[in-house]
């Protein structure tokens, strides 16, 4: 079962567009939605869900007040600046602990002289199983606010797999999230190739750059897709110039087409409601993506 993980190096260029048109052209593949903190593939796809299952991610700190004295140690050796004092309603004082900006390093409890603090699993999202149209999804929604998305993506990424190999799928597709962090990095981890997909722009190639960076760094194949590649036909040469250079394999290009931004604000996969150039387009950056995988 080959992993394919689609990934941009910023938000904007199309990625999302490209992932759900992949799903709906591959056939036996498990789709994963790894953008956990802004996940919008589903809005495409239009999931069905089988099971819900609950995501807990870093510690927080609880301050008992029958135990705590006020004597003030925590807060000062607290570098996230997590706890104050407050007023507790005997009038003495007692520590307070701020679940936003509590990191759960455990600092607080270390020092307390009445081992006042206990801790506790944040409840920091969801993450879903669900069929569609195209196979079965995979995908989460993170928790505004909270942290470790990367673990998140790690969760979503298992279970994709498992599901590949329990129906005994081809493909793990991956629409993985923008830039080049944490979340990225789990996203593709161990995959058998990167999509970038990127943009003709001053940012889109610097962005893309980081990616292909990343990506050499762990020694993943990667491929190119240049997306809006009518808005800058120099930048595009560009891109498709810098691809040659570093041995990116150029899987194509897609035009500008005010189709393809009608058809995202519809809610619509591109090949299921066009058969156009775009869509051939599509189809055979698929096909030389299965052809690259399958070396």
Known sequence: MKQIVILSGKGGTGKTFVSASLACIAEQCVIADCDVDAANLHLLLHPELTATYKFTGGRIAKVSSDQCTGCGLCVESCRFDALDMTQN???GKIARVDAIA???CGV???VCPEKAFTFHKSDSGRWFTAETS????VHAHLFAGEENSGKLVQEVRTKAR????EQNREYVLIDGPPGTGCAVMSAM???DLVVLTTEPTLAGIHDAKRVVQLASHFHIPVGMIVNKSTINKEKTAELKKYAEDQNIQYLGEIPYEKKVVDSVADLQPYVCVHDDDVSQRLRDIWQRISEVVSH
């Open 102 to 104: 509590c990191e759960g």
């Open 162 to 165: 498992e599901t590949g190999e």
């Open 108 to 110: 607080c409890g270390l």
């Open 134 to 137: 195209y196979g079965p999804m």
């Open 189 to 191: 981890t161990g995959v």
């Open 89 to 91: 309603p005997s009038g």
